[in-house]
Each structure stands twice: as structure tokens, then as C-alpha cells.
Nanobody
Framework: QVQLVESGGGLVQAGGSLRLSCTASGRTFSNYVMGWFRQAPGKEREFVAAISESGYRIDYADSVKGRFTISRDNAKNTAYLQMNSLKPEDTAVYYC????????????????WGQGTQVTVSS
């Protein structure tokens, strides 16, 4: 089992920045692909970004490319999502997730999930 805990959400004005953290425990963090997803009210959960075990491969949704940066520190068992130039449409609950093997955009491919952290961007 892998336990994931997100932090760093909050309320920010449009154009501002936030950094989300996802700290893992229970298994070897460096064995897992880490993904970030989000779910806005009334909408399905959607892919945001993912990073491979070593950090060498990264994938972003088109909607966040150039504004968000995913990273990881395997020594700290933590993945990050730096969010810049935030827009009201980025408002959602953000989840981190973990899976073995390769990067995937499909949430059902991820085995472990955090509880989520709320990000609210005001206009």
C-alpha cells in the first residue's frame, strides 16, 4: 500500500501561484509514476500532469502546459505541482495519484490516491 497526502491548496487571485505537495509513505516512492488530477464541481476528474519514476519523462494536459510544472524529490518521498498564472477555470479539488510502470493519463490506471486539496482561483 501507498499512502498519499496532498497539501498546499488554498485561495489565490487570478494570475497568482500555488505549489501543491504530495507526500508518500508505505512503499518505495521511487518505484511509482506520480500523477496529478483535478475535479471541478459538476465535472469529471481530469488529468493534469504526470512524472515518471526517475523524473525523466513528464506529460502535461494542454490546458496547463506552460503554466504548471510537475517535479519530484525521491529522497523526500514527495511530488510537487507548481502552478503559475492561475485562472478561475483552474478551480478544483486537486488529487495526486500513484501507479507502477509507465505514465498514463487515465485516472483508472492509478492504484493509489490522496484525499485531495482544494484550489480556488478568484477573478
Amino acid at each position: 500500500q501507498v499512502q498519499l497526502v496532498e497539501s498546499g491548496g488554498g485561495l489565490v487571485q487570478a494570475g497568482g501561484s500555488l505549489r501543491l505537495s504530495c507526500t508518500a509513505s508505505g512503499r518505495t516512492f521511487s518505484n511509482y509514476v506520480m500523477g496529478w488530477f483535478r475535479q471541478a464541481p459538476g465535472k469529471e476528474r481530469e488529468f493534469v500532469a504526470a512524472i515518471s519514476e526517475s523524473g525523466y519523462r513528464i506529460d502535461y494536459a494542454d490546458s496547463v502546459k506552460g503554466r504548471f510544472t510537475i517535479s519530484r524529490d525521491n529522497a523526500k518521498n514527495t511530488a510537487y505541482l507548481q502552478m503559475n498564472s492561475l485562472k478561475p477555470e483552474d478551480t478544483a479539488v486537486y488529487y495526486c495519484a500513484a501507479r507502477n510502470t509507465w505514465i498514463d493519463r487515465r485516472d483508472k490506471r492509478y492504484n493509489y490516491w490522496g484525499q485531495g486539496t482544494q484550489v480556488t482561483v478568484s477573478s
